[in-house]
């Protein structure tokens, strides 16, 4: 099993990113794939998670209406599309496989691998 994010960089105040996740070694419509972020100092935070049987979505409240994650079944990836960036999203953003999405992102018990991690850097 492989994961590997892209994407990351630094980015003003209300500018976007997207970030990539690719993933292999595994039937990728069998699972879900979250993003979880972790800032310097503080707890890991489960961002978003999305099944890539059904296309159902999940998001942390502090991104809902600015973040998006979509699923290319075709290509194995999925991309979280980051708008309205804001300084407090500055954080290591990992994409991990789940079995199945819910809205308990914070519950990491359920990520069983996960990649190595794309910084994410917003200025004010």
């Known amino acids: 099993v492989q994961l590997v994010e892209s994407g990351g960089g630094v980015v003003q105040a209300g500018g976007s990113l997207r970030l990539s996740c690719v993933a292999s070694g595994f039937t990728f419509d069998d699972y879900a794939i979250g993003w979880f972020r972790q800032a310097p100092g503080k707890e890991r935070e489960g961002v978003s998670c999305i099944s890539s049987s059904d296309g159902s979505t999940y998001y942390v409240d502090s991104v809902k209406g600015r973040f998006t994650i979509s699923s290319d079944n075709v290509k194995n990836t999925v991309y979280l599309q980051m708008n309205s960036l804001k300084p407090e999203d500055t954080a290591v953003y990992y994409c991990?496989?789940?079995?199945?999405?819910?809205?308990?992102?914070?519950?990491?018990?359920?990520?069983?691998?996960w990649g190595q991690g794309t910084q994410v850097t917003v200025s004010s």
């Open positions: 991990a496989r789940l079995r199945y999405c819910h809205s308990h992102l914070d519950y990491f018990a359920d990520y069983d691998y």
